[in-house]
């Protein structure tokens, strides 16, 4: 094959090299979180290392380094480590460092190298052979050689599967974390991650058509390697919307800690740090070895209510579940437990709640005209999507529909009288 850059390579070549520049930006950024970035940047870099064998393999320069073969084959074990590290550096709590556990991640790549050793032994003729190779009689070494492949490339989609999935159930274990720490989401609930995540799952489907169903089901060319075209843009928006993740619990959750925390003493920050790496579990067992009792439990719920009547600490759109429990003077732990228990919800549904009938006193005792948005941001909420979102979560209703039914009430009441 005489090797030739069309189109479809040439846009394969311009996302590797932006893949490169984004990989480099990321390892240079001074905002977020440092360890999350590396391993953005790192995983960016894989797919670009994946993109550039793409290009070589379309426009055939591939038979001018066919050794190449081995990291195009092997490179596959690293996305899923990468993704899933990835998306455990933005949720740690406690920060992120790399381990001996985390390092046994990487243990299935080095896997890869040993059984590839066949190939690895080719000569230069017996590679390029294999290049070429259009089903016909090959020596044992060469089918060694394609078996080492075919074995490498079933372990690593199977590989991906699992950290596809492993990395869907961390994120949606943060999003309980968080609400039961944050009354706000925005920009820590990392949607963007969810929708990037989501299309790292579609990607891995058509990685699968291409591979296993492409000559069977004898799929036109463009269609074929599609999914190199969507990693050009998964690699943009990861870079985009990496760049733009600020820290969550790292900076935001330890700087509320430490500022509004200092009068508790040393038990009650060791509990809430027991509360912080405690797993999702049910309601009744969550708490069963708390020194928290019913009774006690009660009456700290009191407390709380008569301090968010008198304080209106809801009104603060960035309280935090720590920030809370300093200005009742216990522990954020004890402070979960009782909003669980008592108000049979999480730290943000409960403060949300406030916000929201807080928003209804506005909605029905303020003028038409007064402004949905500006009655969200005194109640506390900081979007107006948020705001809609606890709205009719709380009500059943949007905001408007919520005013004009109680003005359609008052104005029977008036008639009434």
Known sequence: MQPEIDLYSAIMLLGAVQGMFLALALINAKSGLPVAHRLLALLTLTFSID?????????????????????????????????????????????????????RHFLPFLLGFVILIPLMLLDQQQLQSLLNSQGEQQDSDILWAELAMIVVGVLSILQMALYLGLSIKRLLQHQKSIEDQFSFLERINLAWLKNLLLALVVLYLFYLADVFLADLLAFPEEVIGIHFLMIVLVIYSMGYLGLRQPAIFTQQYRSATQTDGQSMDAHANQTDANLNDREPTASHTKYQRSALDSKTSQLLYEELQNHMDEQRTFLDSKLTLPQLAAQLRISPNYLSQVINEQAECNFFDFINRYRVEEAQRHLTAGAAQVNILGIALDAGFNSKSAFYTAFKRHTGQTPSQYRKSANIQTNIRQSTD
């Not at 290009?55 to 001018?64: A, E, I, N, R, W």
């Not at 590290?85 to 381990?99: I, K, M, P, Q």
Request: hydrophobic letters at 45%; glycine letters at 6%.
């Open 51 to 103: 993109l550039w064998m793409a290009f070589l393999h379309q426009s055939g320069h591939v038979t001018s380094y066919p050794r190449l073969l081995v990291i195009d084959t092997n490179i596959d074990f690293l996305f899923g480590p990468l993704t899933y590290l990835y998306v455990t550096a933005l949720t740690a709590r406690s920060g992120f460092h790399f381990t001996l556990q985390q390092w």
